[in-house]
């Protein structure tokens, strides 16, 4: 999906750079407190599962469903909207092979920049000498000395040669965020063979894609295969085909998120490997008990998860009398994933694992679709109508089991299986299921081309419902006028090709929620987890013998709800297209407010009801309302032709409604500001105004523990006190962008094509919690930190708006404030490709019926905001927080056809 990424308004799609392309995509922005992730429809058949295990190649075209007049008609799963995407099928002709590959480079970029030994050295010095302690504790001692003026000088930092007592890791400065990268390889192979005649048509296509990570020890790689077929008889009438495509994947299990989060977390000091190189480097005493990344990619360089997807359908149309078709489709979409999760044994430091341990997971989920729909079309005078009407019915279910095992005399992979395993076995499992009952209609009129109405009406149960609603109805209309038709208008053709002018309204509704939510549920617990899940442990021994097998009895987790009911969002919808110039330059522009009722949510319950008094609810409303524009203009000039686009989108919601007793779960003091009335992303906290530089502007200030020269000073926004207290937490901002846009333009010149696209966000903030550890150390002990803590405010460095460093965090700067807040706006040169098409002539000599070669780049150019109050101080606003950077590539590509 992040091929639409800025490129149709409406559609915001936020990713990173792992390698299995993952994406979270929002269509009109969000809309719900839940699961806000679209509807997708293949080929007709309807899922929700990542878009990543379908081959991109296979895509014939991709069609984005925003108001609800359109989208109602998709039925219960298409309240945050629906992305139709149609694939590719065998064209009329004779056979056709297509071969398509592709090499990519991706540069390793780090997320931040941390401290050296050296550095790491300094900033702990820095920050005991301002608090006023002794800075020699850990691996480090210091000489310093007092100067005239009474300011501690840093002479020289000492650290010995090996840090720990056994002599085995020597002092090293390791750059740990250099050692878990790697500038990766990425390749995709594709073949397509198509055939088709006036009686059907054929596809077949195979694909494999090997993509590696940026961070070492994360892959992702699949292989795919798909047929589409359609055959047509008894006179053209009957047509009978198939879309089905079956896709194997692999990915790694190292987490990408904790490798890059231990490049901070494990000094520079520690080294990779010990003296003899061959163990593992670690903490010792003084540090923070984190794992040395390095040896978690290489443990884990064995486990992977492999998964398989069989997805799609069977499909046949009817024809009964003229115009009247029966189409009827019976589809699958299941997922089978297979996990061996071996931990293998260890010294790092004083971190240590004796034990080898394998845990096995085996999960299927997945549903079956059997939808039949009428379909009738016919014409009276100038009016048109088309008539569906249909049924559609859905079953799904989801199974896992586990098995785990400790002690292997052998840790090789070829012999850790349960079986050779020696004592703690374990298993476990679970299933879960829900099916969807649907009726539906729909009937679209239009007079003379000029005149335009739909109405769509559509009745879906859930089991996941309450006994006393587990339908809901779900209506939507929609009308159109093409102005550029009527007699009043033809005076300004051709300058005005096309006008038209649209209203949509419409419901749909949401079931998003756990599969048993209305029901009262139980469970046999026979043990407890000691560390984390203390004394919820069902098991008793009764009978005080013990010994043996321990009866188990049941807890309570969940209350019955049977008035659970469908949450429902209500869409209204204004739109304008025109065309101008012959359609050279044509746009659209969409104004649309939604507001989302009887929202599904699990609010906490009160202790007098004891354990397992969560109860799912309707309880809360959201309103919705935002504009998407696009606007495209294409020429020529000689050989040259030209197409420009550019496109801007907008939203903000608000809340509405929400239970009192789930205030206290969003933003606000739940007295008298709450979410309420405000974005559902609202940051509320304190204002940081600044750093205390003079002792006078500390005597002025109010009352603040632990105020002092070099501190953060907090605005006293209550000032009726004199006091910094919670009564001074305020609305900071929004983390929702206020625009989201795109530009794409492309050119072509005889045999070559050239594409740029730009796109970007304005107006975003954004919690940049990474500030804890790159600009403050008493946050953290132990571990390291951002380089930005060299320039932190001292008595020689007076003008720094970094505070000063301290190890005990004195005056509470971890507390949530503006200093916190950042600009998530960016502009990035998302890509530049170039193409060159082989000449025919050459082409025919090759036996070949055209070819391409083509360069891309992507993630050229970032340009953030780095100036004002909220600036970005990190690497990329996109991946704020250390998520898995985006790197840089270069690709190139050959597309051949024979």
Known sequence: MNVLKGRVPGVFITSNGSPDNSAEVLIRGVSTIGDNSPLYVIDGMPTKKPMNEINAQDIESIQVLKDASSATIYGSRAAQGVIIITTKKGEKGALRVDFKASLG????????????????????????????TNPNFGVYSFDDHTDANGNKILDAIHYPEFIDAERTMRAADTDWAKEIGRNAILQNYNVTV????????????????????????????RISARLNSDYKLINNKLTIGENLSLTKTR?????????LNQTRTIQPIVPVHTVDGVGWGGPVAGMSDRHNPVRVIEDNKQNHKDLLRLFGDANLDFEIIKNLHFHSMLGMDYSFSWERNMQLTYKSGFMSESVARLNNYENRWGNWVWSNTLNYNFNLGLNKFDLLAGHEMISYIHEWIQAGREGYASEDPDYMYLGSGEK???????????????????????????YLASATVRYDGSSRFGSNNKFGTFPAFSLGWRLSEEAFMESLHPTVSDVKLRYGWGKTGNQEIGDFASFGLFEALYGSDPTWNPDNGTAYDITGTGTGSLPSGYRRIQRPNPNLRWETATQNNIGLDIGLFNNRLYGSFDYFMKTTEDILTTPPFIATLGEGGDRNVNGASLGNKGFEFILSYNGKFGDVKYDVTGN??????????????????????GADQTILGRPLTSMFGYVADGIFRTQEEVDAHADQNGKGLGRIRYKNVNDSDNEINDADKTWLGVSDPKFVYGLNMTLSYKQWDFNMFWNGIAGGLINNSTKGYTDFVGFFGGENYGKRTLDAWTPQNPNSDIPALSVNDLNYERRFSTYFIESSSYLKLRSLELGYRIPDKLCKSMYMQNAKIYFLGENLLTFKKSWGDNKYTGIDPETPNQAYPIPFSLTFGVNVSF
């Open 648 to 669: 801007i989108a907008g939203y903000r919601n608000k809340v509405i409604k929400l239970q009192d007793n789930v205030i206290n779960s969003y933003p606000g003091n």
């Open 251 to 259: 990915h790694s299990l190292v987490n990408p998120g904790d490798l």
């Open 424 to 450: 703690n076995k374990t298993n476990g499992g679970s299933a879960t299921a829900y099916v969807l009952l649907s009726y539906f209609g729909k009937i679209n009129w239009s007079y003379n081309n000029r």
């Open 194 to 221: 198509s055939q088709g005649n006036d009686n059907g048509s054929a596809l077949f296509s195979i694909d494999y894609l090997d993509n590696e990570g940026t961070v070492k020890g994360t892959y992702f790689d």
């Open 105 to 132: 480079f991706k540069n390793y970029s780090k997320s931040l920049e941390w401290l050296n030994t050296e550095e790491r050295g300094y900033v702990q010095w820095r920050a005991a000498v301002n608090d006023g």
